[in-house]
């Protein structure tokens, strides 16, 4: 079982490489970006499905979500210190020609896996010592130090959490490295290398079968940090 789950993983890959972010916009304002491969990507309003902004003391703001635009953009009481974002990615089915983001129930052709995949993204624009602590969603990436103070070159630590619990062997991906040779330890721990400067993008995966969705077999969830590199 250990080795299935190891090979899909590997064969998911390139399909986990996209990750949502929160980024200043226009008139003191916020949007949700979406991060592919190296660049930032359209996506449908009604993928992205909340929105949370905490204040540099760590105090909930009432944040809201305008989706008449374009791209929905994030309206927010007053200034975050740190965003949390959750993203519907949608369903995927590996067919003859790879993955394809499509509904399972109207594929045509031969189906090798099927899944579904959600995002969620914390953003730090400021920091307090209490973002060291988990803000409570069911898979999450806790960095040991503050993450602004990290150049390129540097390693940030982080843990990794599973429903309140360190998760052992999670996988990461990148901005710098769409696939990340490191694992947690038993406490949920690692260290991840910081290559270049500017948006960093930490995301830790989670990949496990899912029985309550009758169209897919699979569902891979992500979680995922980012912050400014200077």
């Given at each position: 079982m250990k080795k299935l789950t190891l090979s899909l993983l590997l064969s998911t890959a390139t399909l986990f490489a996209h990750q949502i972010t929160a980024q200043k916009a226009e008139?003191?304002?916020?949007?949700?970006?979406?991060?592919?491969?190296?660049?930032?990507?359209?996506?449908?309003s009604s993928?992205?499905?909340?929105a949370l902004a905490f204040d540099i003391n760590n105090k909930e703001i009432n944040t809201g979500i305008d989706y008449s635009k374009k791209q929905p953009v994030l309206l927010t009481a007053k200034k975050p210190a740190m965003m949390s974002l959750i993203f519907d990615a949608g369903y995927?089915?590996?067919?003859?020609n790879g993955y394809e983001n499509v509904d399972p129930s109207k594929y045509d052709g031969i189906v090798y896996n099927t899944l579904k995949s959600?995002?969620?993204?914390?953003?730090?624009?400021?920091?307090?010592?209490?973002?060291?602590?988990?803000?409570?969603?069911?898979?999450?990436?806790?960095?040991?130090?503050?993450?602004?103070?990290?150049?390129?070159?540097?390693?940030?630590?982080?843990?990794?959490i599973k429903d309140g619990k360190a998760l052992e062997g999670a996988g990461f991906e990148t901005s710098?490295?769409?696939?990340?040779n490191i694992k947690t330890n038993k406490y949920g721990i690692a260290n991840i290398p910081v290559k270049s400067k500017g948006l960093q993008i930490i995301a830790a995966q989670y990949y496990t079968s899912e029985?309550?969705?009758?169209?897919?077999?699979?569902?891979?969830?992500q979680s995922s940090i980012s912050f400014e590199v200077k």
């Open positions: 008139n003191n304002t916020y949007k949700a970006s979406f991060w592919a491969h190296g660049e930032f990507q359209e996506y449908k993928q992205l499905k909340g995927w089915v590996k067919g003859e959600i995002k969620y993204g914390k953003r730090f624009f400021d920091w307090n010592e209490s973002f060291l602590k988990p803000s409570g969603l069911p898979l999450e990436v806790v960095p040991l130090i503050n993450p602004l103070t990290i150049k390129a070159g540097d390693k940030l630590p982080v843990l990794v710098d490295y769409e696939d990340l029985l309550s969705d009758p169209k897919v077999s699979n569902i891979t969830i």
